[in-house]
Nanobody, 116 residues
């Protein structure tokens, strides 16, 4: 059973940076797109960024455009987060799409806390 495992979360001051990673434990990534999502306390989970299998296409939520960068290689997916704001505080999840484009495989999440 392949599991997605996130790492790289932590506590950072506003204006700082973090780099999240996502790896496939027990197997490899599918040949489909992947993405990062986040969920803040009391809020619904929201899309942050997505990337195609080849890495050639990316898209971002308006709230993170120009600050976050998604990338991937054969074994990991990344989210470089710069100029972090307190409102970026959330649990961040990586996810894989299936053939139909549905995100159906999820990691356990990693906490990102941005202090003001």
């Amino acid at each position: 059973q392949v599991q997605l495992v996130e790492s790289g979360g932590g506590l950072v001051q506003a204006g700082g940076s973090l780099r999240l990673s996502c790896a496939a434990s027990g197997g490899t990534f599918r040949r489909y797109g992947m993405g990062w999502f986040r969920q803040a306390p009391g809020k619904e989970r929201e899309f942050v960024a997505g990337i195609s299998w080849s890495g050639g296409r990316t898209n971002y939520a308006d709230s993170v455009k120009g600050r976050f960068t998604i990338s991937r290689d054969n074994t990991q997916m990344y989210l470089q987060m710069n100029t972090l704001k307190p409102e970026d505080t959330a649990v961040y999840y990586c996810a894989e799409q299936n053939y139909f484009g549905t995100y159906d495989r999820w990691g356990q999440g990693t906490q990102v806390t941005v202090s003001s």
